[in-house]
């Protein structure tokens, strides 16, 4: 098979426009050990994402999605090339330093990841227990975006009360939780109804044109991706279109 | 953080109760053989000192009271050596003794009328000496001692007149006794019988009686003994000392030995509670090393259920890293589950072992007095009563806690050194 030509947006865009980028990639490389055999995931992605943003990445398993996802989230460090983050090269910083910078990240799971024990507002008061908000604050923030995504209330149930949409909504106020950079979310609607996907596709580009929050999130969901503003293309480790819509 | 600690304890409540009860049993163990053997130690060492008085020594023939206490030797009782009551002459002319006196003690059996006092110590003493030695222990609680008695003068410990602790008296003032010797110089033996009149009960001691009163001593003058018994030997002279000073002490003692050409054992109060101190401390540590095993025990318990609580939550500690929880909370987090566990059993477990001491306390006292029936044994009984110093207390509490955080401070690391990205895809 032809790999396909490889289009670097992060200098396009650059061009394009004047705002800061939130997030850039700069031939990023990563590199996995599966065993014995070493598994390039990333083979030179260029990628800038500004603020505002709406952006949906496409890509059939296996092209590099969700490492790309990992490096953005400052969950994993990458083999070569920059992955900036606010002009901050995530490789000079320590697990510490990595940790804070998580606390600005809002990250949506496709299994949501709550904790089963506690309930939905409790759920949210943890990023902010992490984040070390006073107890007041972290009740009154975890109110202000439960009501946000719908859920004002259901705040008191626990994941296991709650609906697969609602659980993921419950997610999105927990990465909300924190004024994140930018959410970061992987399959948001992987797992739940497609009546509730709806609702959740709803609410994501609610979240981005009303509350200007930055986007980055992958997909299988063509419905979804329809929604986004801006439309990455991978493919076996490098990203081969990138499409405004 | 703590409430998150917490949370996770409380949904495993079965794992986490059964690894507690692990913790409580191992400190319910320290605390209950430490409180029932400083509690057996403070009830001897206050006998003794009642039954002693520091400034007085015992001298015996080698093999005698002074073998009990390991200073018998190779020629115990075997050389032919007699101790007489008139030795006492030799004794008062060392330097710093004050004063010394002959004991003489049979075992006999006692009756007043129908009634049968099963056998009991008869002790031949001189009353006006042995109150003035002994002047705290040696006193009536009805009656009077005389100083200068009447051949049928008995004095009766508290316990021999009060026979069964129930107020029905065995024999009070005034009562004539009959003290009944089984005779065995010569065969067959022949049973011999001293009357005596009580004079005075004394008033409860609460010792054991060595060397010193006993409440279940019966008193009759040394004359008498000496006349009833058919001897001049006697079986240890007590020796009162000018002070109590340890030189005082050591000269008397070594000037004593040197007298009797070293046939002699002599044993002063304050060295047997030394030796029993060092034998409590010995018990004690022989004691508390089996419950240490025991906390090991519940020790290696705690890491098996922060290991599986690892593994169960490795995708958990993935999203609350992701979350941007540091490592080095992840470590805090895992340890202070461990350490709230640690102190829940450590708390509990110090209740029990407190009570379980108090309930062996109970059942040995209970114990004691299943033997007595219509006999009353002779020999002083003794009642522990258990004792929880704060030292062990807080001994306890620090092993509790220190053990399930060293036993969980690796898992904790392993916690902490989980990568968000692996942890996250963990099922």
Not at chain 2, 80 to 97: E, R, S
Not at chain 2, 393 to 414: E, H, K, M, Q
Request: aromatic fraction near 6%.
């Amino acid at each position: 098979m032809a790999v396909p030509e490889q289009v670097d947006t992060g200098e396009r865009r650059r061009q394009m426009t004047s705002v800061t980028a939130i997030v850039e990639a700069v031939n990023l490389k990563k590199t996995y050990m599966l065993g014995e055999v070493p598994v390039e995931a990333l083979r030179g992605v260029n990628l800038r994402v500004d603020n505002g943003d709406f952006l949906a990445i496409l890509g059939p398993s296996g092209s590099g999605k969700s490492t790309l996802l990992n490096l953005i989230g400052a969950l994993d460090k990458p083999t070569e090339g920059k992955m900036l983050i606010e002009d901050i090269d995530i490789s000079t910083l320590n697990d510490n330093q990595l940790a804070d910078l998580r606390r600005r990240i809002g990250f949506v799971f496709q299994f949501f990841n709550l904790i089963p024990r506690f309930t939905a507002r409790e759920n949210v008061e943890l990023s902010m227990t992490i984040a070390g908000l006073s107890r007041g604050e972290r009740r009154k923030r975890a109110e202000d975006v439960l009501k946000t995504v719908g859920l004002g209330e259901r705040m008191n149930h626990r994941p296991a009360e709650l609906s697969g949409g609602e659980q993921q909504r419950v997610a999105i106020a927990r990465a909300l939780a924190n004024n994140p950079k930018f959410l970061l979310m992987d399959e948001p609607t992987g797992n739940i109804d497609s009546k509730a996907a709806g609702e959740i596709i709803r609410l994501i580009k609610r979240l981005n044109e009303e509350k200007a929050v930055t986007i980055i999130m992958v997909t299988h969901d063509q419905r979804l991706a329809g929604q986004s503003k801006r439309v990455v293309q991978m493919f076996d480790g490098l990203i081969v279109q990138d499409v405004v819509n | 953080m703590l409430s998150y600690s917490f949370s996770a304890i409380r949904l495993r409540k079965m794992r986490a109760g059964l690894t507690t009860l692990g913790v409580v049993i191992g400190i319910a163990a320290i605390v209950a053989l430490l409180s029932i053997t400083q509690g057996l130690q403070a009830t001897i060492t206050r006998q003794l000192q009642t039954g002693f008085a520091t400034d007085t020594l015992i001298v015996s023939t080698r093999g005698g009271f002074g073998g009990a206490f390991g200073q018998g030797g190779a020629n115990a009782g075997n050389s032919g050596f007699k101790l007489l009551v008139n030795d006492t002459q030799i004794i008062n002319n060392i330097a710093n003794v004050e004063t010394s006196m002959a004991i003489i003690q049979r075992t006999c059996n006692l009756t007043r009328g129908e009634e049968v006092y099963n056998l009991t110590t008869i002790v031949g003493v001189d009353f006006a000496q042995y109150a003035n030695i002994y002047s705290s222990a040696f006193v009536a609680e009805s009656g009077e001692i005389p100083l200068e008695p009447e051949n049928q003068t008995v004095v009766v410990g508290k316990f021999v007149s009060d026979a069964w602790k129930n107020g029905t008296l065995f024999c009070n003032v005034g009562d004539t006794v009959d003290i009944i010797w089984t005779n065995a110089t010569n065969l067959p033996p022949q049973y011999e019988t001293h009357v005596g009149q009580v004079a005075a009960v004394l008033k409860e001691i609460g010792g054991f009686g060595v060397g010193g009163p006993s409440d279940y001593g019966v008193y009759i003058p040394i004359s008498q003994a000496e006349r009833f018994f058919g001897t001049d030997e006697c079986d240890t002279i007590i020796v009162k000392l000018a002070n109590d000073d340890k030189a005082t002490i050591d000269n008397a003692t070594q000037a004593i030995r040197d007298a009797f050409s070293d046939q002699v054992s002599v044993t002063s109060a304050t060295a047997v509670l030394s030796i029993l101190s060092n034998v409590f401390s010995v018990i004690q540590l022989f004691l508390a090393g089996i419950a240490a095993i025991s906390l090991l025990v519940a020790g290696i318990g705690i890491m098996n259920i922060m290991i599986v609580s690892l593994m169960e939550r490795t995708r958990e500690i993935g999203i609350l890293k992701a979350l941007g929880m540091k490592s080095g909370t992840v470590l805090w987090v895992f340890l202070s589950e461990s350490v709230i566990i640690g102190l829940i059993g450590a708390v509990i477990g110090i209740a029990s072992g407190w009570v379980l001491a108090n309930v062996v306390a109970i059942v040995f006292r209970g114990g004691g007095g299943a033997f007595t029936g219509n006999q009353v044994a002779a020999t002083g009984r003794m009642t522990i009563t258990p004792l929880l110093t704060p030292t062990v207390t807080i001994l306890a509490l620090v092993f509790g806690v220190g053990v399930s955080a060293v036993f969980a401070l690796y898992p904790a690391w392993r916690a902490s050194r989980l990568k968000p990205v692996e942890a996250l895809r963990y099922e």
